[in-house]
């Protein structure tokens, strides 16, 4: 079945790198995506990879595929206060929809 | 802000009644998706409809019901409210049916008392 997991909770300090990991399970999933959750707000699409690459760098986010062992990281350098939030690995869908399979989120909070 | 817009922004009502939530998406985009964020079962998929028509459905309980409108707005009803209905409702939409990019709106907070 569809399944993506993920930590609860990572607190970092400014400055440093943070990163964030997540396993799926679906291995037909076409893209990979994380999405960013503040506090009282929607989710904000950060990034997203396709199934057939390996790396995809945007600025300060770098994400990392492993297909073999369906895992996916979000990297984030130079992670900042305004990093805080919880981000969520998602997947999409094997079938046409392309509907996503969210995992539960990571807090990630960044200590001055 | 993603151009997806939602409204209201929070609704409060009582066990036993009927709302309706209602999302405009971005400028072009032809699906729209309805998710349910909730404490105890975490972000989850309802429907998807795209240019007018029902394409998927997924944890959708028979109370609820949506539909997209020739102005590409969607409404999700839901009805007979329980307490469980409480939760935070989001749209996304995207360009395509198989939408890889899915833009989210920043929600409809439901509570039920």
């Known amino acids: 079945g569809e399944d993506v997991e993920q930590s609860l909770f990572l607190s970092v300090r400014e400055g440093d790198s943070s990163v964030i990991n997540c396993t799926y399970t679906?291995?037909?999933?076409?893209?990979l995506y994380w999405y960013k959750q503040e506090p009282g707000a929607g989710l904000q699409l950060l990034t997203y990879?396709?199934?057939?690459?390996d790396m995809k760098q945007d600025q300060r986010l770098t994400v990392l595929l492993n297909k073999k062992d369906k895992h996916l990281s979000l990297r984030i350098a130079d992670t900042q206060t305004g990093d805080s939030a919880i981000y969520f690995c998602?997947?999409?869908?094997?079938?046409?929809?392309?509907?996503?399979?969210f995992g539960s989120g990571t807090r990630l909070l960044v200590r001055p | 802000d993603s151009g997806v817009t939602q409204t209201p922004k929070h609704l409060i009502t009582a066990t036993g009644q009927r709302v309706t939530l209602r999302c405009s998406p971005r400028?072009?985009?032809?699906?729209v998706y309805w998710y349910q964020q909730s404490l105890d079962q975490g972000l989850q998929f309802l429907i998807q409809?795209?240019?007018?028509?029902?394409?998927a459905k997924g944890n959708i309980l028979e109370r609820f019901s949506a539909q997209q409108f020739p102005d590409l707005h969607s409404e999700l009803n839901l009805s007979s409210l329980e307490l469980g209905d409480s939760a935070l409702y989001f749209c996304?939409?995207?360009?395509?049916?198989?939408?890889?990019?899915?833009?989210f709106g920043p929600g409809t907070r439901l509570t039920v008392l």
């Open positions: 996304a939409s995207s360009v395509r049916l198989q939408g890889n990019e899915q833009f």
């Open positions: 679906d291995s037909s999933s076409t893209y």
């Open positions: 990879i396709f199934s057939n690459m």
């Open positions: 998602a997947e999409s869908s094997g079938d046409s929809s392309y509907k996503l399979i």
């Open positions: 400028s072009g985009d032809l699906s």
């Open positions: 409809y795209y240019n007018g028509e029902e394409r």
